[in-house]
């Protein structure tokens, strides 16, 4: 999952996996902001393991466990944005620095 592309309104769409469930995180005006979202969540999510966009570094000081052991959900309410349906597990290119791990 990462950042990719959207046909809407030439937005950047962000997703992560979450329980094994691909999460849209929401739309986003610049491919930038998209990322730092991931990665934010990410962190929250994955700790030192997390894989970002941006070097871990740069979220020092900021908290990076505000959406930690939420559900789906409650991650996409925190997020603001709504749950898309079942079509959302559709592929989009990725702009992570690395592939997630199979």
Not at 35 to 54: E, K, M, P, W
Request: hydrophobic share 25%; glycine share 8%.
């Amino acid at each position: 999952m990462g950042v990719g592309s959207s046909n809407r309104k030439n937005q950047w769409q962000a997703r992560i996996l979450v329980h094994g469930k691909v999460t849209h995180l929401g739309y986003y005006e610049t491919e930038e902001d998209a990322a730092r979202v991931y990665d934010r969540v990410s962190i929250s999510l994955h700790g030192d393991a997390a894989q970002t966009n941006f070097p871990p570094a740069e979220y020092q000081g900021q908290d990076t466990r505000e959406y930690s052991g939420l559900d789906r959900e409650d991650l996409q309410r925190a997020l603001g944005v709504k749950p898309m349906d079942k079509s959302s597990k559709s592929g989009f290119p990725l702009s992570c620095s690395s592939p997630p791990p199979r």
